[in-house]
């Protein structure tokens, strides 16, 4: 079950990062993967997400047209491409999984959950 978040670091704005999550075939199989994020003082908060065949995704409007979400099945991979970054982008990442083929903006729906990877965009 376990996810893995990883790829954060520290970046300066307008700067670039990508993100993958990996996890286990039956983890991902057949189900959405999902993206959220976490500033300091702040609410987890739905990033966007990615149905299982890759044809379908949903972003927030504040991520879009700068976010990406891709994902690789074969390899059990899911990555979030991240451009124009800004300071307000800097939180902890969160993938995530869910128990059906597309997925929503509802973190109530997601029921696997990766440790997290931290994103700094300074200014």
């Known amino acids: 079950v376990q996810l893995q978040a990883y790829g954060g670091g520290l970046v300066q704005a307008g700067g670039s990062l990508r993100l993958s999550c990996t996890a286990p075939?039956?983890?991902?199989?057949?189900?959405?993967v999902g993206w959220f994020r976490q500033a300091p003082g702040k609410e987890r908060e739905f990033v966007g997400t990615?149905?299982?065949?890759?044809?379908?995704?949903l972003y927030a409007d504040s991520v879009k047209g700068r976010f990406t979400i891709s994902r690789d099945n074969a390899r059990n991979t899911v990555t979030l491409q991240m451009n124009t970054l800004k300071p307000e982008d800097t939180a902890v990442y969160y993938c995530?999984?869910?128990?059906?083929?597309?997925?929503?903006?509802?973190?109530?729906?997601?029921?696997?959950w990766g440790q997290g990877t931290e994103v700094t965009v300074s200014s």
């Open positions: 995530a999984s869910s128990r059906a083929p597309i997925g929503s903006g509802d973190r109530r729906d997601y029921f696997y």
């Open positions: 075939r039956r983890t991902f199989s057949n189900n959405a």
């Open positions: 990615i149905g299982w065949k890759g044809a379908t995704t």
